[in-house]
């Protein structure tokens, strides 16, 4: 019998003993007026003709939950406490049932039903006829425990053409992970065109070389002068964002400011305080080169950008980024001490509250929110907005107590883009974050009333890529990591269990093998 090793782990499940054999024979039925039960239904057909090479007919719902040698996918009779991500699935030895209230709970019962089959379900060949498709007899009643559950992705430093965006979107999805990060613009690169500034991205979205001293076999995004780089058009962020949206991710933009704004500022120098020159960084760092805040163009040009952000990304949020901004500049231009008097500011960290503040009001009256990393606390926090804590909790405490809503992700127990193993490991930025660490996080910090917990929107997992430059690095950073991640995220803080998890983990990664996932292997002993 296959073994149950479900990841991220199931707030309740038993067995009933007996299973149920999937064939050519069994029907999946959706409920009839349901495009969210169609969507799963047609989405189940489809992974499990790619792994399996059974073509399963999608039909309607005439009869009961339990039609005989059927995969029953239904709204009708969901249990409201699951919530909207919740499912229950039944597996009987003659039917399969998975109900729940909207179609992110049918989904996820999807993802947990390919789970309880053999892993070769995962294959991306339909070699696997000789298998049974058993699934064990099972009762299971789930639900996140959080409803923010995100992996953040930079191909700012390292660009990630499209495909390799939904492949890694594909992987997300067998984790329950709900949010996509995407931090679009950085000194290194700004990666999203925007139609009203095309130099954003003719000059912008390339540089002179790679920069990062990688092997030059991992590159190959150059353009036909040599320049090191790329970016996604309006028409590719359409598809990321519906390919995403079509397995229950939002993609949240981010577009940094007022700091790591270098490739834009290559593009726009009168954007700066010294109107420079610049060139698009080459290599990492904390560069002094920044927006200027007393420049009102500066604010036309933001407003102008985010405005064709919104337009594509449908998420509530839009990230602002507001990390690592030096005050150099901003301490020595004229305009930026006149915006300080006029607002009768007391320092630059203030006048870095008023940028956000100022871009806030602009995001708010879209109907948008803003999130920012931690530093957007400094000089008082725009009123509404969302802060990701990175250095430590204390952050997103600070924040919590003050009534704003926080997503944890500490450098201590969710930068993906640390060492994970000592010894002999490609180069990465530094740290030490070995899975174990990522399993332990607890995200609601205990001294939190309980009205402030509710503040503790999840936790994210980042994945910065000055030292990834491809898709298979990617997931060789991010898994097995992100699965230990997915259960902080799904599972209750009291079902989880380190042991337990390695075990299922062990049987986890045949099924990211199978799907041809470049996870680091587990290995013993190297703590
Ligand atoms: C960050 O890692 N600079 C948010
Ligand atoms: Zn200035």
Redesign the pocket.
Known sequence: MNQIAIVPKPVMLETTGGDFTITAKTKILVENDSSDAAGAGKYLAGMFYRGTGLNLPVGRLTGGISTRDAIVLTTKGADARLGSEGYRLNVTDDSISIVAQEGAGLFYGVQTLLQLLPPQVFSQDHTNKRISWTVPCVQIEDKPRFRWRGLHIDPARHFQKKEDVLRFIDTMVLHKFNVLHFHLTDDQGWRIEIKQYPKLTEVGAWRKEDGFGLDPKALSFFDEKGRYGGFYTQKDIQEIVAYAAARYITVVPEIEMPGHALAALAAFPELSCTVGPFEVACGGGIFKDVYCAGNDQVFEFLDNVLAEVIELFPSKYIHVGG??CPKDRWKNCPKCRQRIKDEGLKDEHELQSWFISRIERFLNSKGKTIIG?DEILEGGLAPNAAV?S?RGMSGGIAAAKAGHDVVMTP?SHC?LDYYQAKGNEPKAIGGFLPIETVYSLEPVPEELTEDQKKHILGVQG?L?SEYIPNLSHLEYMAYPRACALSEVAWTPAEKRDWNDFESRLIHHLTRLSERGVNYRPLSVGEK
């Open positions: 990390d690592e990393w990701m990175w450098t930068y980042n910065w």
